[in-house]
């Protein structure tokens, strides 16, 4: 069947050709996709705004400790001793204080392994067959001595699981502080039997043990504007909500250990070796490679002794949200300074012979990048150091310090997997200190506020560090795989950390993704980043919730984003846009028969022969009405009479002179909403692309349709050409249709 079209400025005449193509239709629409996000976020107040800034009553508490602690290196136990300040900056009187006792979920009572369904299988392992059935658990639960005032006088207090409520006297009233002090113990575990964010690593051939020590001394929990005390159990997996605050810590290891941890260290020429201190003043003033602090053959001397001396390494920390340390007499010790905007800062890597090469190669470097391209999209640094741990088969973090994965095999060999995992699991926690250590969401109720803008920044980095680097999140054809499998095992990103199935793509990948996809396709780099440093700079030192993100993103771009929220934060839909069908027309010069058959409308598009003539197919009901009348062949002026008559002959050198004409319909199994990128292919080689906003959905859910204008013949048209928007079925993407080769016929025609 042919059509005539209407033609811009010029009463062109078009004709269609049979050439069109239809797809399946169906999957699930939502005619509300658009709708503003009222009915899911908090009200603004006078604590946060609408904006996505603090308000004017925003408050938060401060919890200082100081705390002596001693590691038990024989007996595999940590002692402690705290004093804990807790400032009531709320509106609120107090009459009751909860403290996180996160070890408790390692005590022989807890409830943590009851939380899993269990099953029989055919064949165990004897080693797991034995610890699950025979050995009695580990039982590595806090042991409290005592819970005293300030004057040493009891509290009373109630533990439940991982929670203990302290009572007070008398509330404490908003601008009051109130000191009391716990002593405590607890088994050290063996993080690679019993599992754990920290513990120790045992080293068999020779005896020595590599400590990774945190949450190891009662914390108190958030209280805030949100919900009040956060005191949501620690069942192992959501982690943790903390209050700002300064930490004076001593720390007593045997006498032959090394040890780094958070805050500046006070007494660096009574733990250190002369030798080493001038090293460490070099690496200060080194910014092209790290300088071995402690060597690898003093590190090698060290692990054969087992001093029964002991000494104590001194630190202080100020306005951090949490304190953590690792010491071992197996460590190396190498550091470098790296220059930020307005600061130097150090990179400073602790790792055993057993990691090198691979270690001294990249770790610290792989530090100093992270400081450099993580400062460079929020803010600089604001602590003196960075550390990197090597403890296999970790992955945690920490205010300044953090412990991470990969070594060589036993043969010293080291696949690019190991490798790249190891730099990537470095990048990622050293990256942690922005999110959450500084920008201090809650990770106990949202993963994605840290794990998700953490994993975002690192592939920023790992893209910095090294050109080609093989990151294994970020792109966004990586999260087709997840967002393409079994709905009953999706969960929407704003689902509590305890409750996801897919807890790394959830979590971790997914949210980084889509802030990819914000930066690179819908936002713009220059609007993205703009608005993702004013989030970071908001909220440094600070507690945000997802409004706060999401308003300020919006806030400081003018872009409209609560589309992309619902669907890509607050839902499961994925994204799916298809070509459904393509019309192709061609101008003809010559009137043809099916003029007879044409009407024209007068009034507001003017009359036959003017520039703005509408033309419609025959036999329309509505044009028997007033002011419409018959088309005749003679009103019908060519398209070249025209441009002759109305432009001058420079004029007509800079009109376009398209031939081709291409109505072609977009549908949408998918349920998210995505721009359409559209890319033609032309006869002679050459491609041009086409970008349409996402609100050309705004009307129609299901369908869009454009007209592609081209002086060109098009050969191809494929939607996403270079996989910006996740979309979970690219068979659909292409006119004229192609069938998609799977890898095997790929592997057979290689044969």
């Known amino acids: ?42 009200t603004p107040n006078m604590f946060r705004t609408a904006s996505g800034a603090p308000g004017p009553a925003y408050y938060q508490q401060q919890a200082d400790y100081k705390m002596d602690v001693v590691l038990d290196d024989k007996n595999k136990r940590i002692d402690g001793v705290e004093t804990i300040t807790y400032h009531n900056n709320s509106p609120e009187s107090l009459e009751y204080l909860w403290v996180q006792l996160d070890q408790n979920m390692r005590a022989r009572q807890s409830k943590t392994p009851l939380i899993e369904s269990q099953k029989m299988e055919g064949s165990v392992p004897v080693d797991g067959f034995v610890k699950n059935y ?77 400590y990774v020590i945190a949450q190891f001394f009662p914390r108190m929990a958030v209280y805030n504007d949100v919900e009040g005390w956060q005191n949501m159990q620690f069942w192992g997996r959501g982690e943790f909500a903390l209050a700002f605050g300064n930490y004076d810590v001593n720390i007593t ?69 949490d304190f953590a340390f690792s010491s071992s007499r197996k460590f190396i010790y190498d550091a470098m300074a790296v220059k930020l905007e307005t600061k130097n800062v150090m990179a400073i890597s602790l790792y055993p012979n057993e990691s090198n090469p691979l270690w001294e190669q990249y770790s610290t470097r792989a530090v100093a990048q992270t400081l450099k391209t993580y400062s460079k999209h929020t803010f600089d640094y604001p602590y003196h150091k960075a550390i990197s741990i090597s403890a296999e088969d970790q992955g945690m973090e920490y205010p300044m310090i953090c412990w991470n994965y990969g070594r060589p095999d036993a043969n010293g060999y080291v696949s690019d997997r190991i490798k790249y995992g190891m730099i990537s699991v470095i990048i990622h926690e050293v990256g942690h200190n922005y999110f959450p250590m500084i920008v201090n969401s809650d990770e106990r109720q949202w993963s994605w506020m840290d794990e998700g803008l953490d994993t975002f920044l690192q592939y920023l980095a790992e893209q910095d560090f090294m050109e080609n680097y093989p990151s294994s999140r970020g792109p966004a054809h990586k999260i087709v795989p ?41 936002m713009g780099r220059e609007l993205f980043d703009h608005a993702f440093k004013t989030y970071a700079n908001r909220w440094k030192f600070k507690h945000p919730t997802p409004e706060d993100f999401f308003r300020t993103i919006e806030d400081a771009s003018a872009v409209d984003l609560d589309w992309f929220w619902r669907g890509w934060f607050f ?59 018959d088309l005749t062949i003679s009103e019908i002026k060519p398209l070249n009479d025209f441009v002759t008559t109305k432009f001058n002959a420079e004029e007509q050198r800079n009109l376009k002179s398209p ?28 491609s041009e692309t086409f970008k349409f906003p996402e609100q050309i959905w705004r009307k129609s859910n299901q369908s869009a349709t454009r007209v592609f204008a081209t002086e060109k013949q098009v050969k191809k048209i494929q939607l996403d050409p270079k996989l910006e928007t996740a979309d979970i079925d690219v068979s659909n993407n292409m006119w004229p249709k192609e069938v998609l080769k799977s890898k095997f016929d790929e592997a057979e025609k290689t044969k």
């Open 659 to 686: 031939k081709y004409f291409y109505e072609v319909t977009f549908d949408k199994p998918g349920g998210m909403i995505m721009p359409i990128i559209v890319e033609l292919q032309y006869e002679d080689g050459t």
């Open 253 to 321: 290891v045997p006498a032959d250990h090394v040890l780094e941890a958070t805050g500046v260290l006070l007494n660096r020429k009574e733990v250190f070796t002369a030798e080493q201190v001038k090293r460490y003043e070099l690496a200060e003033k080194t910014f092209d490679k790290p300088v071995l602090i402690v060597t690898p053959d003093e590190a090698k001397a060290t692990e054969k002794g087992f001093s029964d001396k002991t000494k104590i390494w001194k630190f202080r920390a100020e306005n951090v949200r």
């Open 134 to 210: 025979m050995q009695k658990t580990f039982d590595g639960g806090f042991n409290l001595v005592y819970v005293n005032d300030a004057n040493g006088k009891p509290l009373s207090y109630v533990i439940n699981q991982t929670m203990m409520r302290i009572d007070l006297p008398t509330p404490l009233k908003p601008k009051e502080k109130v000191s009391f002090s716990i002593k405590w113990w607890y088994n050290i575990n063996n993080y690679r039997v019993d599992g754990g964010r920290s513990g120790y690593e045992e080293f068999e051939k020779d005896g020595n043990r590599l």
């Open 571 to 629: 839902s499961t839909d994925y994204v799916d846009i298809g070509i459904k069908e393509v019309k192709q027309y061609f101008v003809t010069d010559e009137p043809t028969a099916e003029l007879k058959d044409m009407k024209t409308r007068r009034g507001r598009f003017g009359t036959a022969t003017g520039p703005y003539v509408y033309l419609v197919e025959g036999n329309n009901p509505q044009l028997n009405q007033k002011n419409k009348k």
């Open 482 to 522: 997840y967002m393409s499998g079994d709905q009953k095992f999706l969960e929407p990103i704003m689902s509590n950390s305890e409750g996801i199935h897919q807890f790394g793509a959830n979590a971790y990948s997914k949210p980084a993704t889509g802030l990819n996809i914000l930066r690179e396709t819908i």
């Open 1 to 42: 069947m042919k059509k005539l079209l209407f033609f811009g400025l010029f009463p062109a005449l078009l004709l269609a050709q049979e050439k069109t193509e239809t797809k399946r239709e169906s999957g699930h629409y939502d005619t509300n996709k658009f709708s503003q996000l009222y009915d899911l976020l908090a």
